[in-house]
């Protein structure tokens, strides 16, 4: 089973505060997505990476920066965040072998943008 | 671009009758990959199903689906719901191989009394 763990798991921070989410997937997975899931829109994509120093821009990526370090983190940075960003956010990875492969999440970070 | 429309957005039932969510989709690609995952409370989206074969039924933990290209469709069934089977469920779809991103419909909750 994939292992894919994020941190912080609940962060709150006001408006205009600088937030960063991690996710370290111990796996060897080249692919690495980073999705928020807000009620009545699903999952929605904001970037995801093929492998260390590559950037892949997603559906919804205003307002959010990523950088994968390494094979193993994917960072997603909120410079000024803003209540519309307050979210749950997963991480995930894949393999990529099957199609996109199978996707692995991880716990999932709440933010809360007061 | 790519979508995945499910109409449902809550569906209520009684332990022991069938279940079926639907699953439409729209791409370019010829080939696509079709996904159902599954959320229950408090965790995280897990794989249920997957399929890229036309018309070939594929089955997991008592939930089947086929994709069908000729209508852009991939419902997900179940003959007799259990109260476990309570959750949201994600249509997702990727167009193609090599790590592309997977796509998630909006999700239908599944609420199943006894």
């Known amino acids: 089973e994939a292992a894919v763990t994020q941190s912080p798991r609940n962060k709150v921070t006001v408006t205009g505060g600088n937030v960063t989410l991690s996710c370290r997937q111990t796996?060897?997975?080249?692919?690495m997505y980073w999705y928020r899931q807000d009620t009545g829109h699903g999952l929605r994509l904001i970037h995801y990476?093929?492998?260390?120093?590559n950037l892949q821009i997603g559906d919804v990526p205003d307002g959010y920066k990523a950088t994968r370090t390494t094979q193993e983190d994917f960072f997603l940075l909120l410079e000024l965040a803003s209540p519309s960003q307050t979210s749950l956010y997963f991480c995930?990875?894949?393999?990529?072998?099957w199609g996109p492969g199978q996707l692995y999440f991880g716990e999932g970070s709440k933010l809360t943008v007061l | 671009g790519d979508s995945v429309t499910q109409t449902e957005g809550l569906v209520t039932l009684t332990e022991g009758l069938p279940v079926m969510l639907n699953c439409t989709y729209q791409?370019?690609?010829?080939?696509?990959?079709l996904f159902w995952y599954v959320q229950h409370l408090n965790e995280s989206p897990r794989l249920l199903l997957k399929?890229?074969?036309?018309?070939k039924r594929t089955e997991h933990q008592g939930f089947h689906a086929t994709l069908h290209k000729s209508s852009s469709s991939f419902h997900l069934q179940k003959s007799s719901a259990q109260l476990s089977d309570s959750a949201l469920y994600y249509c997702?779809?990727?167009?193609?191989?090599?790590?592309?991103?997977?796509?998630f419909g909006t999700g239908t909750t599944v609420s199943v009394s006894p």
């Open positions: 995930a990875s894949s393999d990529g072998d």
């Open positions: 796996n060897s997975h080249n692919y």
């Open positions: 791409t370019i690609y010829s080939n696509p990959f």
């Open positions: 997702a779809l990727s167009g193609g191989q090599g790590g592309r991103a997977l796509i």
């Open positions: 399929s890229f074969t036309d018309n």
């Open positions: 990476s093929y492998g260390a120093g």
